[in-house]
């Protein structure tokens, strides 16, 4: 805080994200419950707990899939409110990946990549088709360009969705469990794809349970239980020391 | 077909079992599907030889003779409804005409009015907006689960005959007017000029179609978005109506004027037609509604997530990434229903419209006598129409299917 208050400026602009005091209800359900939390542009945090401890709304507020009822949410310096405007420009700066890749299945590779780039940066087709190529090539898939997503395995179509994701050109990734529902032979495939995003220095924000893959990469893994942030260290000192019993009930039963 | 499955599996587990010897030619798969077939069709055809027989050698006792000349003679009675000319002078066969009309005509409207009401109404169910969503579950609860023929008798008796005389219809400025004897509606009149008006039109969607090209084009190179729908709107509207104007208004009106008990001039839509088309579209938009509604649902949340995090905003996402995904689902089902519209359409005959049915294998069946061969022609009229439009439909579905491995 001091910090910040003497400079304002530069910290305000490092942060990529930045969430304080944030509550969200299902209803009756008390969520999330007072989530404070910044992200550094170029960081990369790992998000675990336990199953149905929030993580997936916790990310999906993020870039306004789900609405927060209080607190503040800002990216690269933009509110995250009811203006439609600003919902927009948030949503062109994050990109989404999903557990079950939600690929269009109407659409070939080629075409899924280029959609939003059309319609949305309103680029020219040729332009679009050589930066989906340019990403297809980076997930290691440009050959499969012409097959519709029905066709491809579940590892594919994983990478696939983060290419989609890239040709929009994001400041910052989202992922949420992108390996759960893939075979393990197929795990490894697309890790391999986020740790390549990841060393390039793009800000990740990353829920997942690949341990190994939190120790490689992570600058923070953040321990979430019932809604709530319990703890967050370095991802060395979080699995050699972690501090609440709740975590380390948690990782007894993952590791 | 069952028999011939099971011996066909049969036969692939004798082959599995048999060594390479020599098989009797009647073990052989291929010989005894073969032998199978020959059988049914032998069977099938005697059963129906049987039947012709039978049949012939009836109408020969009672005097009537078999074949088509009956559809050249007078058929001597009226019809309320004819898209061609016709008098009670004119023969069987044109009567089969006017009949075949008079469907076609109810049906097309029908499927017009059912698709377009149906696809409202669908929307309409999954609003966010409780009252608009709740008004469209009425709607489709009441109407597809009240029998069609209650509704056509609600339609034609209840509310259409409920009207008043034609002395004190309902009407819109003298031009349109409503009353017991149907709709009455002003009729165009072309003149002299009149063509240019027609190919300023032709003219605009030709222009409609370059620019749709033109903008596609310059999408594709300079990703720059052209509002092609509100500028060929504006074009189908404008160049006609300038058109219009340039010949001196080559178009007028003959308004109905109320002559001694009954309107002359204009359209005349009589209650028949108007109860008929009203509770086939009604009847079968609630089924529409159903399909359009599930199809849109059967795209799985997911997809308009993951759209919505590219950034697409929610009219893009309904048009490039939902529809695309539900009319898979929903032309199949929308085939079935056309298809029962037109079949549904013959229950005409419970009201009186003139329909291919009521008509022709109805008055001119009654009056020949010429069972066969009207049944038949009949017949061969709803195959064709409903054949047609399965075709056009698995053409259409075939083009939006999805490819998977
Ligand atoms: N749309 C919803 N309505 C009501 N409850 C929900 C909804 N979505 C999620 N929940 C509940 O919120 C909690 C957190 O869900 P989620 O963020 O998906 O958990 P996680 O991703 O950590 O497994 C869960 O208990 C879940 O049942
Ligand atoms: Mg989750």
Known sequence: MTQAMTQPATAEQDLAIEVKGMHKWYGDFHVLKDINLNVKRRERIIICGPSGCGKSTLIRCLNRLEVHQRGEIWIDGIELNDDLKHIEKIRRDIGMVFQQFNLFPHLTVMENCCLAPI????????????????????????????????????????????ARSLCMNPNIMLFDEPTSALDPEMIKEVLDVMVDLANEGMTMLCVTHEMGFAKTVADRVIFMDSGEIIEENDPESFFSNPQSDRTKLFLSQIL | MGALFFFALFDLHMATVEHPQKTAWWNNAHNRALLFQVLLAIGVSLFFAFIANNTIHNLQQRGISTGFAFLKQKAGFGIIQHLIPYTENDTYGRTFIVGLLNTILVSALGIICATILGFIIGVARLSSNWLVSKLAGIYIETFRNLPLLLQIFFWYFAVLQALPSPRNSLHIGEKFFLNIRGVYLPSPIFQQGFGWVAGAFILAILATIILKRWAGKRQEETGEQFPVFWTATGLILLLPMVAYFATGRPLSWEYPVLKGFNFQGGITIIPELAALLIALSVYTASLIAEIVRSGILSVSHGQTEAAAALGLRPGKILRLVIIPQAMRVIIPQMTSQYLNLVKNSSLATAIGYPDLVSVFAGTTLNQTGQAIEVIAMTMAVYLTISLTISFFMNWYNARSQLRER
Do not use: C, F, N
Not at chain 1, 126 to 141: G, Q, S
Not at chain 1, 143 to 150: L, S, T
């Open chain 1, 119 to 162: 319609w949305v940066l309103k680029k020219p087709r040729r332009e679009a088709e050589e930066t989906a190529m340019h990403y297809l090539e980076r997930v290691k898939i440009p050959d499969q360009a012409d097959k519709y997503p029905g066709q491809l395995s579940g590892g594919q179509q994983q990478r696939v969705a983060i």
